[in-house]
């Protein structure tokens, strides 16, 4: 799996912060631009501290995600709040060889892991077969398994990112899933901190939002993302 942050708005705590202000001033807009660092940070911090959320939406984070399953992108997709581009199986056809995901706890088991493999193959031959017999790449991908790998580009604003995270960074969530959420994490903590500083999964901010099927580790959860 390889995610990348390819763009984001520039100086998004800055946008978000000028927005924020503009609810309640007079002021022009390039003023409230101009404010300075520590005046936007207060800001910041006590917007996300109310939960007043729907200025975040001012600012959008794209990413380039690879090597991921059509599994993993069928939840992705489920986020409405966002846009996507994804490789088509119907006009890129894999004769050379369609690339496949293989699940931790099927490589962990090597006869189950050979037979997973050969599966693999027995499908790839399928499929080569269809197209050099002139089936259409769109009716070839019918035999193509959810362990197929894909690409795409994902783009969401901070609000929808800081919901994404509280849902697909919790331990229960599909370990892909999660893996790749994760490191989207990382990276918008990098493009900015104070927006996504206590972003993660529903259980750092209060008690576990699962309920009776709680993971049961909050401790070392809130652990992870804080030194994430």
């Known amino acids: 799996m390889r995610v990348q942050l390819l763009t984001h708005t520039p100086d998004p705590e800055r946008v978000v912060a000028a927005a924020a202000r ?9 003023s409230l631009m101009g404010r300075g660092v520590a005046d936007r940070e207060a800001l910041l911090r006590k917007i996300l501290e109310l939960g007043h959320l729907s ?16 599994a993993c992108s069928h939840q992705l997709v489920r986020h409405r709040l966002a846009s996507y581009s994804q490789q088509s199986q119907r006009y890129v056809s894999h004769t050379d ?7 931790p706890t099927v490589a962990e088991k090597p006869e189950l892991a050979k037979r997973y493999a050969g599966l693999l193959d027995d499908i790839h031959a399928v499929y080569r077969e269809l197209i050099e017999a002139g089936v259409p790449a769109e009716d070839a991908r019918f035999v193509l398994p959810n362990a197929a790998a894909t690409k795409i580009v994902v783009s969401m604003n901070g609000r929808e990112l800081r919901h994404f995270f509280e849902l697909r960074c919790c331990r229960r969530a599909q370990w892909e899933i999660r893996a790749m959420a994760v490191e989207m994490l990382r990276l918008v903590r990098v493009a900015a901190p104070l927006l996504f500083a206590d972003s993660g999964p529903g259980c750092l901010a209060g008690p576990c939002p699962e309920g009776k099927m709680t993971c049961g ?3 070392a959860v809130r652990q992870e993302f804080a030194e994430l």
Do not use: M, N
């Open 22 to 30: 503009l609810c309640y001033s007079a002021s022009t807009i390039d």
């Open 217 to 219: 580790a909050i401790t």
């Open 55 to 70: 200025v975040l939406e001012h600012a959008s984070f794209s990413f380039g995600i690879e090597g991921i399953s059509r």
């Open 97 to 103: 060889r369609f690339e496949a995901v293989t699940p």
